[in-house]
């Protein structure tokens, strides 16, 4: 799933590509991909002008001025530029051309969406509305994360917690932890006020870093212009189980905390004892 970092490219992207023009036509495949009948679609986006774009956690913020699209692209939802305007079909599941050329294609929305709202309606997403504070934002400070991890769980569960930290995924949050060495199981309320702090710093400057190299490209995600991402050549401990730590050597191993496949160096980030909590 596009986490944080491939979601801001994603929206950068689309924003070199139409912002400024307007919508010449816009289709979807199916009625379930949006949350207003096909035909409304279509007749809402035809005319207007991309003002912009925006990122929202995980998902894209489109601007049209009277009309703002949401997009979550969900598991393998892509955003690629075409050469011409194409049918929606099962691949390319809602097509929007723009003028002066660009033909956006919304593709394999299988799970995803393309939502519209009105501006002053946006905050009734239903993500949206439990939203935590944006990593980049003023909000979100190492004293934000001390109260948000007065809580008996595994820190991991929380950091993935969109209400906790918005735009957070298992990539990045294994990453994170690994930085700070610290354990994903360990439970949030034992954590010490500098294991807070580094993963604060480190949650900014691993985010930063993939926005820079435009994101971690696995099985599906790429940018709107077919490029992979080149955060994961700089992966430490994820998808890299039984490979030597970068950092001391011991093997990754690979559990799972939250429901999700979690990769750690049982050396780096020591196991929770009983005092820390599991």
Not at 50 to 61: A, D, F, M, P, S
Request: with cysteine; charged share 25%; net charge positive.
């Amino acid at each position: 799933m596009p986490e944080l970092p491939e979601t801001t490219v994603i929206s950068e992207d689309i924003r070199r590509l139409a912002a400024g023009r307007r919508v010449l036509r816009a289709e979807v495949f199916r009625p379930d991909v949006t949350n207003v009948p096909p035909e409304e679609f279509s007749g809402r986006l035809r005319g207007r002008v991309l003002e912009g774009t925006g990122r929202r956690g995980k998902l894209i913020v489109l601007d049209f001025g009277g009309v703002v699209g949401l997009v979550h692209l969900v598991i393998s939802g892509r955003v690629l530029r075409l050469p011409a305007w194409t049918e929606p079909d099962r691949l390319n599941t809602a097509v929007l051309e723009f003028e002066g050329g660009p033909v956006l294609s919304f593709a394999k929305l299988w799970l995803g969406y393309f939502h519209l709202y009105e501006p002053e309606r946006v905050g009734e997403h239903p993500l949206l509305a439990r939203l935590g504070p944006d990593p980049f934002s003023e909000g979100f400070t190492p004293g934000y994360l001390a109260r948000a991890f007065r809580r008996r769980a595994a820190v991991k569960g929380l950091l993935l917690d969109q209400s906790v930290v918005a735009g957070l995924g298992n990539i990045y949050v294994d990453e994170v932890l690994f930085a700070a060495r610290v354990h994903p199981l360990r439970r949030a309320d034992t954590l010490s006020e500098e294991e807070i702090r580094a993963i604060h710093a480190a949650t900014r400057k691993i985010l930063r870093r993939a926005i820079e190299l435009r994101g971690t490209t696995f099985d599906s995600y790429h940018d709107a212009f077919g490029e992979s991402g080149g955060y994961q050549r700089e992966l430490r401990v994820f998808a890299r189980a039984g490979k030597p730590c970068p950092s001391c050597g011991a093997r990754i191993a690979k559990l799972r905390v939250a429901g999700r496949g979690t990769h750690v160096c049982p050396a780096c980030q020591s196991p929770p004892t009983a005092a820390s909590g599991a």
